[in-house]
């Protein structure tokens, strides 16, 4: 079963769609199986990380921002170099394991929809399969 979500992001970071990927998960009846979250988007991306500590998405982008700076030596016109490298190196799509109905996280983790170019309106889809309740 597929689930399109839309958002709104801010310049840049990490918004944390946990409660949706359950929402699709419950919503798709699936009890042991995978789910899958994909962003469609060149300067945005997927990933799981710790969601206990708010600083953590600081310091995820901030890393990210020292390891990709914007360079005046980028040729691409729109002047987002950057959110595309930040975009490839993070990934477009997380895989999740279902079991018992819900996603197989770990304690302190949940699943982010990262921005590097915004503010923009995007959306991501979770796609849940396996064997049914």
């Given amino acids: 079963m597929l689930f399109n979500f839309q958002l709104s992001t801010s310049k840049e970071g990490l918004i944390d769609i946990t409660a949706e990927v359950t929402e699709a998960i419950a919503e798709s009846g699936v009890n042991e199986g995978i789910c899958i979250v994909y962003c469609p988007h060149t300067t945005a991306a997927i990933t ?5 500590d708010p600083d953590v998405k600081t310091d995820f982008i901030s890393g990210l921002d020292s390891t990709f700076p914007d360079l005046a ?16 190196v993070v990934g477009a799509s997380e895989m999740i394991i ?32 396996g064997d049914w309740k």
């Fill in 48 to 52: 799981i990380n710790e969601n206990a």
């Fill in 73 to 88: 030596t980028f040729l691409h016109a729109e002047g987002n170099s950057d959110a595309h490298l930040k975009s490839s």
């Fill in 98 to 129: 279902v079991a018992g109905g819900k996603p197989l996280l770990g304690t302190w983790q949940g699943v982010y929809f990262c921005e590097f170019d915004g503010p923009r309106n995007r959306k991501f889809y979770v796609k849940v399969m």
